[in-house]
C-alpha cells in the first residue's frame, strides 16, 4: 500500500529505507525524491504549542493512495509512498513523508511536488492548533 496514516511519531529516513528494501527491487531506481513536513511552532502571527490531526479513517487512506496513483500515471514512476501523522503533534515532529522512485531525477521531483501539493489542497485532515491562549481550528493551509 502507498500510504501510512500514523497515530505515533515516525522517522521518515528509517520509513524511506525500510519501504525500499522491501518493496523496491535494487538497481531499477536512480532517482528518489523526498519531502518531509515538520510542525512549526508558528503559525498566523502566532506562537503555536501543540497540534491535533484528524482524519476521516478509510477516506483519508483511500485519497492518499489515489494521489499515489494519479503520480504513476502522470510520470514514469517505479513506485510512491506517502506517510502521514494524526494525533497530537509537537514542534519539530515530522508531520508528512512523500516518497518518489524512478529511473531519472525529472520525473521524481516533479512527481514528489504534485504528491504534496495535493495532499495540501485536498486530502481529508482537519488541524487544530494549540495556542498559549487556547486553540483554534485552521480553515486553509499556507501557501506552497
Same mark, same amino acid.
Given at each position: 500500500m502507498p500510504s501510512e496514516i500514523h497515530s505515533a511519531p515516525f522517522d521518515p529516513w528509517q520509513a524511506t529505507q525500510q519501504y525500499q528494501k522491501s518493496q523496491l527491487e535494487p538497481g531499477k531506481?536512480?532517482?528518489?525524491?523526498s519531502f518531509v513536513g515538520t510542525m512549526r511552532d508558528f503559525n498566523q502571527g502566532d506562537n503555536v504549542t501543540s497540534m491535533t490531526l484528524e482524519h476521516?479513517?478509510?477516506?483519508?487512506?483511500?485519497? /492518499?493512495?489515489?494521489?499515489?496513483?494519479e503520480a504513476k500515471q502522470r510520470w514514469d514512476l517505479i513506485d510512491c /509512498?506517502?506517510?502521514?501523522?494524526?494525533?497530537?503533534?509537537?514542534p519539530d515532529d515530522p508531520i508528512v513523508l512523500t516518497v518518489?522512485?524512478?529511473?531519472?531525477?525529472?520525473?521524481?521531483?516533479?512527481?514528489?511536488?504534485y504528491l504534496?501539493?495535493?495532499?495540501?489542497?485536498?486530502?481529508?485532515f482537519w488541524k487544530k492548533e494549540g495556542l498559549e491562549e487556547g486553540h483554534r481550528w485552521v480553515d486553509k493551509n499556507t501557501p506552497g
Open positions: 531506481y536512480g532517482a528518489t525524491a476521516y479513517p478509510g477516506m483519508t487512506e483511500s485519497y /492518499l493512495d489515489k494521489i499515489c496513483e /509512498l506517502i506517510i502521514h501523522r494524526v494525533g497530537e503533534i509537537h518518489v522512485w524512478s529511473a531519472h531525477r525529472k520525473e521524481a521531483f516533479e512527481a514528489c511536488r504534496m501539493e495535493e495532499l495540501k489542497s485536498r486530502a481529508p
